[in-house]
Nanobody, 121 residues
Framework: QVQLVESGGGLVQAGGSLRLSCAAS????????AGWFRQAPGKAREFVAA????????RYADPVKGRFTISRDNAKNTVYLQMNSLKPEDTAVYYC??????????????WGRGTQVTVSS
């Protein structure tokens, strides 16, 4: 079983930056595929970014490419999402997710409770 706890959300002006953290327990993140998703009010949850186990190949959704970076600190057992050049449309609840199956990008068994990110214009 994997427990995930997100932190780092908040209110930021457009053009600003935030770094989200996802602290994992129960398993080593180095052996899991980890991802970030977001859900804006009235919209479906959408994929943002993911990082594969071991060698750490990454994948990003088109709206965040070049602005967001996913990374992992194995010593801290934590996954990060660095978000730069934030836009109002990035406003959402951001969820961390993880999975043992390292062959897929978009389906996860373990989820955190989310952290709110609000970008003001």
């Amino acid at each position: 079983q994997v427990q995930l706890v997100e932190s780092g959300g908040g209110l930021v002006q457009a053009g600003g930056s935030l770094r989200l953290s996802c602290a994992a327990s129960g398993r080593a993140v180095s052996g899991l595929t980890a991802g970030w998703f977001r859900q804006a009010p009235g919209k479906a949850r959408e994929f943002v970014a993911a990082i594969r186990a071991s060698i750490g190949i990454t994948r990003y959704a088109d709206p965040v490419k070049g602005r967001f970076t996913i990374s992992r600190d194995n010593a801290k057992n934590t996954v990060y999402l660095q978000m730069n050049s934030l836009k109002p449309e990035d406003t959402a609840v951001y969820y961390c997710a993880a999975d043992d199956d390292n062959s897929r990008w978009y389906n996860y068994d373990y989820w955190g409770r989310g952290t709110q990110v609000t970008v003001s214009s």
